[in-house]
């Protein structure tokens, strides 16, 4: 049988003469200087995301240095290629509106270039789930590379980083606690050096993700950004993807139910952002398997939050990473692993972590600090993340409930409704608006659809009057995301969103409602009948604005909700034929 084209062999242009096409490639590539040896080496592509507007990917250059070394030293020629390069904190409206997009960059350059296995190179919070999705769907053997965490600064003798301790701090300049001049000394303290946020939010959270669905080396999720250990696993990265070229270790052959599985149970022991729910649906949609929230919830319930990093405990990822990394939580972890799911090194789970306790690898991964705890001690007894049901959310909604008030997870009160963000900006502040710390806000359409993009403002911010009165915490609910480095007890990821006519647009001001973490539950408390006679006289979602034009019309057109994961309808697998969790019997 032939086998498959290789190297600049593969995806040829047609001009009709393959032959030709082969000569015109080869003579353009030697003008880069390039010799017939080089050429005649698998190629590994490593995908750069190094941007002046991406701090968080502020050295870039430096590991793609480091990967091309591994891959020469394998014996593979390295060519890197750029992407789209999305930051939270720059990308307007939003980063998640834009991670579809760089999904599908991603996808498609990997499919038009020449490349025998490529290195993803990504860390801010949106650029590693679009990097898995594109690569899941471009079948091509992939190795996530990730950037990882900025360092810890100071203010005034106080330990600091972002972004949990820049939502702490701003909330005390809400209040009057901290004034213009010291808020603007913090904002230079925040964030010490490139690197992503120093807490266990989002982007670290995606880290451990990569690390625990076996796409990335393992100890590759905690080291600092700009330490020797990130630059020596940049070097074994790309000696790694050499290696998959022979075993031809495709993302199908990783990504399975297990590994899916293994993913989301680090994901609720190390207290990790609710934006990795979203993103791993959609890594695994790419491949057919449909997520099952309510056996997501049961295995929540059996999993304690073992790692006390903010926001749901007090360390930054420095101590992570010095505590051994996710290889100290998957070794307590172990009993409730597959460990027969299969890694980017071309060993099983299991076999990494016996290797990992091994003479051989040094001192075995034990939880010998507080920062990474045993199961019989742990920073939270349930899963970081419950799932709720009810009325206002037929599909599904979820709360962080490790970083929320205990005595709020509890909670009935009064509904005070905004129906918009731009509704919120103008009210919340307001010292005549009628609100005590005993109720409920609830803030519409800033979902998918709604805001456009599912921003981060579900991490609704406590009006300035009660700030003032000292109040910290009150029960939130929306539609939308908030930030995986926040913290509150905050409802998120309502589904059917409001601006589809799903019941939380029927919420109306005065309303009761009735949070219960542990009934898992969230509901209106106005008769079935009623809600549906308020959905009634609601403007009917309506299509598509006719003049909307580019990716934007796009997004609206395709974009899929909360529960499959955000990602566009078109980019799913064509048909779920598996299901994680699987059913517990």
């Not at 903010?310 to 597959?338: I, N, Q, T, W």
């Not at 805001?451 to 915490?473: H, S, T």
């Not at 009934?519 to 598509?544: F, H, Y």
Request: charged content about 20%.
């Amino acid at each position: 049988m032939p086998t498959s084209p290789s190297g600049f062999r593969k995806g040829l242009t047609s001009y009709g003469d393959p032959a030709f096409s082969q000569f015109l490639r080869t003579a353009f590539i030697k003008g880069a200087g390039y010799t017939d040896d080089a050429l005649a080496r698998p190629i590994v592509g490593i995908i750069n995301t190094g941007s002046g507007y991406n701090p968080c990917h502020g050295n870039a250059t430096e590991l793609i240095g480091a990967v091309r070394r591994g891959v020469m030293l394998a014996g593979g020629l390295p060519i890197d290629f750029p992407t789209i390069s999305i930051h939270e904190s720059f990308a307007y409206p939003t980063s998640m509106y834009l991670r579809n997009l760089m999904a599908m960059d991603t996808e498609e350059m990997i499919r038009a270039q020449p490349m025998d296995a490529v290195v993803l190179i990504g860390g801010c919070d949106k650029t590693v789930p679009a990097q898995l999705m594109g690569a899941a769907s471009a079948g091509v053997p992939a190795i996530q590379l990730v950037t990882g965490s900025m360092l810890t600064g100071s203010h005034r003798g106080q330990r600091v980083g972002a972004c949990t301790d820049c939502r702490r701090f701003w909330g005390l300049h809400r209040s009057g606690e901290v004034d213009s001049a010291e808020i603007n000394q913090i904002s230079g303290a925040l964030v010490a050096s490139v690197g992503t946020c120093s807490v266990m939010g989002t982007a670290s959270t995606m880290a451990c993700i990569a690390e625990a669905l076996g796409l990335a080396l393992p100890g590759s999720a905690s080291p600092p950004a700009v330490t020797a250990d990130r630059l020596r696993i940049a070097e074994k990265t790309g000696a790694t993807a050499v290696a998959m070229i022979g075993a031809n270790l495709t993302p199908a052959k990783i990504l399975t139910v297990h590994a899916i599985e293994n993913a989301f149970r680090v994901l609720l022991a190390i207290g990790g952002s609710t934006n990795g729910i979203i993103h791993l649906t959609a890594i695994a949609g790419r491949l057919g398997i449909a997520i099952d929230l309510d056996a997501l919830d049961a295995m929540s319930r059996e999993t304690p939050v073992l790692v006390d990093l903010k926001p749901s405990g007090s360390g930054y990822m420095e101590d992570f990473h010095h505590a051994g990394g996710l290889g100290a939580v998957l070794h307590e972890l172990r009993p409730l692993l597959h460990l027969d799911a299969l890694t980017i090194t071309g060993r099983t789970l299991g076999a990494e972590l016996d290797a990992l306790r091994s003479p051989a690898a040094g001192a075995p991964a034990t939880t010998t600090t507080r920062i990474v705890r045993p199961r019989a001690d742990p920073v939270f007894a349930e899963g970081g993340i419950a799932f709720l049901k009810g009325n206002l959310a037929p599909r599904g909604a979820i709360i962080k409930q490790s970083a929320a008030s205990p005595h709020l997870l509890e909670h009935e009160g009064r509904a005070i409704v905004f129906e918009n963000a731009a509704d919120l900006a103008h009210r919340i502040d307001d010292a005549a608006l009628d609100v005590t710390a005993d109720d409920i806000i609830i803030l519409k359409r800033i979902g998918p659809i709604g805001a456009p993009g599912m921003p981060e403002a579900g991490y609704i911010p406590i009006p300035r009057k009660l700030a003032q009165q000292g109040v910290k915490d009150m029960v939130r609910l929306s539609d939308g995301r908030m930030s995986g480095t926040a913290t509150g007890t905050i409802v998120l990821h309502i589904t059917p969103e409001a601006a589809l006519g799903g019941p939380l647009a029927a919420a109306q001001t005065g309303d009761r409602v009735r949070l219960s973490v542990r009934n898992r539950t969230i509901n209106l408390l106005v008769s079935d009948e009623e809600i549906t006679r308020r959905l009634a006289s609601e403007k009917t979602p309506s299509s598509v604005d006719p003049t909307t034009r580019g990716y934007l019309k796009l997004f609206l057109q395709s974009v899929t909700q909360a529960d499959t994961g955000c990602d566009f309808d078109f980019l799913r697998a064509t048909t779920m034929n598996q299901t994680a969790p699987a059913r517990r019997r």
